[in-house]
């Protein structure tokens, strides 16, 4: 049954203009760097040692605040297609569980998300080339593309949650517009509040650990809304 | 006797307001069942409850006589339903749309090009439905309904925003269901006229409260036929019925003889004859079943 759902919601994101989101999320970060580089290169190259990590720090700031506010934007879009004209009263009427509905459209954006990690990876590497800046580190670039993504898992799950059991659509945008925020300025929150961690900034100087907790509380947050929905009359 | 839809007790609160008030529904086999009710009865809630999208606050739900709390899912797979306005992906294709829905039902593909031709959708197949018009939209809903073949039909106003001749049509297509296809089918409507052809049983829904349920003839008796009479002296004729022992209803016009068979009728007026009364009309008068509804729905108001 899983599988048949995800695919009805991929069939039904058609047209909505998720994946040039997708495209410009994982694309937006690197362009931003295109321009840095592109105007003051010289400048760029002598401010480190190692240019790629250099150029991977730059990338990696803006990373964060791409993925907390592709969240909100995805998430939005994606109940929005079931709110716009009610349409979850005539998709729970189906012979489906609830829970089965939740973990589908989690899924799908989680997919989403990763795909636009995906797409990240790979702009990072192609202008990383381009820009001929020594010996790759190949660990280093998957661990500023990937790790974000694992870490932001909390925030997913929080966003969809208020946006599937939110009568007034603000709401969602709120929490979204309100969590972008920390992305700007990370170093100073304390590490506890999950919209610091896609930044991977954080007291230990261990970015995995940010991965973990985003996996744990991320599955805990996630269960939680999936209860919740279940829970819930259907709107 | 066995029971498609059994509720018992059934109750809905929204905070201290009581939408739903111990509903005991009983809808056999094969019948249509008109459920009426005036706006704000109560009918879209109790559909609601039936398809598990509400939680009732207390009572139980049988439907296929299992009961819906423990078997939801297989209970629905037998259901088709239309809730109050029709829902639908307005980005996606008439056709897209209901893919969407057969895929989870698992019914065949070809079952997508044989509910557009039931509801005349076959041209607009490939079209967006944001560009349909509310009654084009409604068949949509109508055709997903019928998408699995379903042994329950729950269609809550399922005519709201069709023309005459649409109301028509999907009036005839609901009627030969339970011959055709064997199924049972609920639906719901504001106006007993909407249903007055079409439903075998009628449970009447005010204030939450069903206070009438029982087959449509049952209903039309308690249309109650009356005679009028206009004769050349009233008071005359009044005080020499109540003399002979029949009673009637003295109004300004003329005289009211309720609940007689069609002998009295003859011999009251034989009587009037002889005593030298002239009779000038005696009319039938027959309420209609929209008056018995209206009145049924405001008596309990007053009550
Ligand atoms: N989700 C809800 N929260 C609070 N009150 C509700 C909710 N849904 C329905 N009600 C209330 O329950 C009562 C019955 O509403 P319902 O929609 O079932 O009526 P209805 O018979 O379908 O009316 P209509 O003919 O207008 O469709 C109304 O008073 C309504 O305000
Ligand atoms: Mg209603």
Not at chain 1, 20 to 47: D, H, I, S, T
Not at chain 2, 55 to 74: A, C, E, N
Request: with cysteine; aromatic share 10%.
């Amino acid at each position: 049954m899983i599988r048949k759902l995800i695919q009805v919601e991929f069939l039904k994101s058609k047209r909505k203009g998720f994946w040039l989101l997708v495209f410009l999320g994982g694309f937006g970060v690197v362009a931003l760097q295109m321009v840095n580089y592109g105007v003051r290169k010289e400048y760029l190259l002598q401010q480190s040692d190692n240019d790629w990590i250099y150029y991977l720090m730059n990338i990696s700031n803006f990373t964060p605040l791409a993925l907390v506010l592709g969240i909100a934007i995805l998430t939005s879009f994606m109940t929005s297609i079931e709110n716009e004209t009610n349409a979850w009263k005539q998709l729970i009427a189906l012979p489906v569980s609830k829970l089965t509905v939740y973990l589908a459209k989690f899924t799908v954006l989680a997919f989403m998300l990763l795909v636009a990690s995906l797409l990240l990876t790979l702009f990072t590497y192609g202008y990383g080339v381009f820009l001929d800046l020594g010996a790759i580190p190949y660990g280093a670039l998957l661990k500023y593309s990937f790790y974000p993504f694992f870490a932001s898992l909390p925030i997913l799950a929080l966003q969809l949650w208020i946006a599937t059991v939110s009568n007034n659509q603000a709401i969602p945008i709120t929490t979204g517009v309100i969590g972008v925020l920390p992305s700007f300025s990370a170093q100073n929150l304390p590490d506890w509040l999950i919209w610091k961690w896609p930044s991977l900034m954080n007291s230990w100087n261990e970015p995995i650990y940010y991965v973990w907790l985003g996996l744990g509380v991320g599955c805990l947050l996630y269960f939680v809304g999936m209860f919740d929905f279940a829970r819930r009359d259907v709107k | 006797m066995k029971y498609v839809v059994e509720t018992k007790n059934l109750t809905k609160s929204f905070g201290k307001e009581q939408a739903v008030q111990s509903l005991d529904m009983k809808i056999a086999k094969g019948e249509i069942y008109g459920f009426l009710g005036p706006n704000g009865a109560g009918k879209t809630t109790t559909i609601r409850m039936l398809l598990g999208l509400m939680k009732p606050t207390s009572g139980s739900i049988q439907v296929f006589q299992q009961d819906l709390k423990k078997s939801r899912i297989s209970i629905l797979s037998k259901v088709g339903s239309l809730v109050e306005n029709p829902s639908y992906y307005p980005h996606l294709t008439a056709r897209e749309n209901l893919e969407a829905w057969r895929k989870i039902l698992g019914a065949p593909k070809s079952r997508i090009t044989d509910v557009l031709a039931i509801v005349r959708l076959s041209d607009v197949a490939n079209k967006k439905v944001k560009g349909f018009s509310l009654g084009m939209k409604q068949r949509l809903g109508i055709a997903a309904a019928l998408l699995n073949n379903p042994e329950l039909l729950i269609l809550d106003e399922p005519t709201n925003g069709l023309d005459p001749s649409g109301i028509i049509e999907i009036r005839e297509l609901i009627k030969q269901l339970p011959q055709s296809h064997g199924m049972t089918v609920l639906i719901s409507s504001h106006l007993l006229s909407e249903i007055d052809q079409l439903a075998t049983t009628v449970g009447v829904l005010t204030k939450g409260k069903l206070i009438f349920q029982d087959s449509i003839e049952a209903m039309r008796k308690l249309a109650k036929q009356n005679i009028s009479l206009r004769v050349s002296d009233q008071d005359e004729a009044h005080r020499l019925l109540l003399a002979k022992g029949i009673q009637t209803d003295y109004q300004k016009d003329r005289l009211i003889l309720s609940e007689f068979t069609d002998e009295e009728i003859a011999n009251a007026i034989q009587f009037l004859v002889q005593k030298q009364i002239a009779i000038y009309r005696v009319e039938e008068e027959k309420r209609s079943l929209e008056d018995i509804f209206l009145q049924m729905t405001r008596e309990d108001q007053v009550g």
